[in-house]
């Protein structure tokens, strides 16, 4: 069988903007993951207290929320392209003004106002929209399975940043420049990444666009609700269950993960990038998969299924005695935990109005965005406490497994285009 077979047909014939939408998926999930092995080392080596970096954190995702909002809900009136280019640049200045300074307000005003991810994973405007647009030039059927990708290209991206950050630090600590400036070169390369981010953005077609008469044509006012309107009952049930998923992970964002192993087992960072590289690695693989298990048993339960074993998982790596055996289960819980990423994008795409799709996933995503927001502060708080850092693990998992139930029962029954009889 020749290398193109092995490609899916989904992928063989996804268009220019498809393809541009990958590869800014995969530069921005680069930067998100070198900046995320480190940044909680980086603001400690400033001089900042584990609880002002909670704050920090909290204060960044918060701001994030507010851009997202700001973009997302206008990118279907004013234009897909305009507003990532947007996202795009916020990014950037983020990462130069993170670079510049250690005044705990600046980097606070940098973080509100810019674009920063401590976890690793998705913030700022650019999920929802890039979901829209690509919803928008890729069929209903393929839908699941493009997305499924997408999603396995930003967790090769974000192992690649993980282990490429980790080990760049490790590197330059070893030659000419301290600590802190080691950890800011990658900082300032998290900032080259948002002004590449641009130049790409700006090779998006009007093909990614709505058309103007199916905006004007749904009835969406600046009166609806954020850009949503028909589709508002299922945002606004759809958003309060991400929110409370999110906030239960915000307890152990991948920067904080990372600080827990290295409190927990002094595990440097270098080693850190390398096990957050397979763990990123292994969690793409697995949103191939959803794809498959979608087909055979919907969207709704194999979001379920998939994520409330992963949640488990996650309360038992603070229980295992050595670090072998916590970061086994920790490779183990990243195998299945992000098998419901595809397939809750594709259901919201799938269960809104196509000309609400950036709205929707905006509002969907800043939800999400809130929930995490709120929870660094708590965290921050408990990892400043040496008894206390296992804590968070344990918050988390159960309410994410609560999150799990509550979608099943509210969800199971309301199915996609796709999947009607």
Not at 288 to 312: E, F, K, Y
Not at 388 to 405: H, N
Request: aromatic share 10%; glycine share 8%; with cysteine.
């Amino acid at each position: 069988m020749s290398l193109m077979g092995l490609i899916p047909v989904s992928l063989r014939t996804l268009p220019r903007d498809g393809v541009l939408l990958f590869v800014s998926r995969f530069t921005r999930l680069f930067a998100y993951g070198a900046l995320s092995v480190i940044l909680v080392f980086y603001l400690v080596s400033l001089g900042l207290t584990e609880t002002q970096v909670g704050v920090l954190l909290t204060a960044t995702l918060a701001g994030d929320i507010a851009i997202s909002l700001l973009l997302t809900t206008r990118a279907d009136r004013m234009g897909r392209r305009r507003m990532l280019i947007v996202g795009a640049i916020l990014m950037a200045c983020a990462g130069v003004a993170f670079a510049s300074t250690k005044n705990l307000l600046f980097l606070i005003i940098a973080g509100t106002i810019g674009v920063i991810s401590p976890s690793g994973h998705e913030v700022g405007p650019f999920l929802s929209i890039e979901q829209a647009a690509l919803a928008h030039v890729v069929s209903a059927r393929s839908r699941t399975e493009v997305f499924a990708w997408y999603t396995l290209a930003g967790s090769l991206a974000t192992a690649l940043g993980a282990l490429c950050g980790g080990t760049a630090a490790g590197i330059v600590q070893k030659t000419w420049l301290s600590t802190s400036n080691s950890y800011r070169v990658v900082v300032l390369l998290y900032a080259v990444l948002g002004v590449a981010l641009a130049l790409l953005f700006t090779r998006l077609s009007s093909s990614t666009e709505v058309e103007p008469s199916a905006a004007e044509g749904s009835g969406v006012s600046t009166r609806d609700f954020l850009g949503v309107g028909r589709s508002r009952s299922i945002v606004l049930k759809l958003s309060s269950l991400f929110a409370l998923d999110s906030f239960g992970g915000g307890f152990v964002v991948q920067s904080f993960a990372a600080y827990w192993f290295y409190l927990r087992f002094g595990v440097p960072p270098a080693k850190l990038g390398l096990i957050f590289f397979w763990a990123n690695i292994l969690a793409g693989i697995s949103a191939l998969l959803a794809s498959r298990l979608a087909r055979r048993i919907g969207l709704v339960r194999t979001m379920v299924v998939t994520h409330l074993p992963s949640n488990v998982l996650l309360i038992l790596v603070p229980l295992m005695p050595n670090l072998t055996l916590a970061v086994l289960v920790l490779l183990v819980r990243f195998s299945i935990s992000q098998m419901d990423v595809p397939t809750r994008q594709s259901y919201t795409m799938a269960v809104v109005r196509p000309e609400e799709r950036s709205a929707a996933g905006g509002v969907t995503g800043v939800a999400r965005t809130a929930g995490a927001a709120i929870s660094p502060v708590f965290a921050g708080f408990l990892f400043a406490r040496p008894a206390l850092i296992s804590i968070p693990f344990f918050i988390a998992g159960a309410l994410k497994i609560a999150y799990d139930l509550l979608l099943y029962k509210q969800f199971v029954a309301v199915r996609p285009p796709e999947e009607a009889d």
